[in-house]
Nanobody
Framework: QVQLVESGGGSVQSGGSLRLSCAAS????????MGWFRQPPGKEREGVAT???????NYATSVKGRFTISRDNAKNTLYLQMNTLRPEDTAMYYC???????????????WGQGTQVTVSS
């Protein structure tokens, strides 16, 4: 079992920055692959970025160059640094984990409760 708790969401103006954190606990092997996903109001959940235990990353085209995913295995924490935020980044952001790599598909086994990010123009 894996437990994930996100934090760091909030409201910012367009062009601003936020840093999301995801505190993880439980089986380490099941946290080999971790990622950030988001679900805008009225839309489906979509992948934002993923990272494996060695630090290899993948990004959605829409956030590449603006967002950075990282993890601190010693602190069991996943991060998402979000810069140059846009109104279209407004969404509930979720942390996810699995021992299987699902790329940016929302098929990961373990999920957090989410943290809201709102970007105003």
């Amino acid at each position: 079992q894996v437990q994930l708790v996100e934090s760091g969401g909030g409201s910012v103006q367009s062009g601003g920055s936020l840093r999301l954190s995801c505190a993880a606990s439980g089986d380490t092997y099941s946290r080999t692959y971790m990622g950030w996903f988001r679900q805008p109001p009225g839309k489906e959940r979509e992948g934002v970025a993923t990272i494996d235990s060695d630090g290899t990353t993948n990004y959605a085209t829409s956030v590449k160059g603006r967002f950075t995913i990282s993890r601190d295995n010693a602190k069991n924490t996943l991060y998402l640094q979000m810069n140059t935020l846009r109104p279209e980044d407004t969404a509930m952001y979720y942390c996810a984990a699995d021992r299987i790599f699902w790329w940016l598909l929302p098929k990961y086994r373990y999920w957090g409760q989410g943290t809201q990010v709102t970007v105003s123009s």
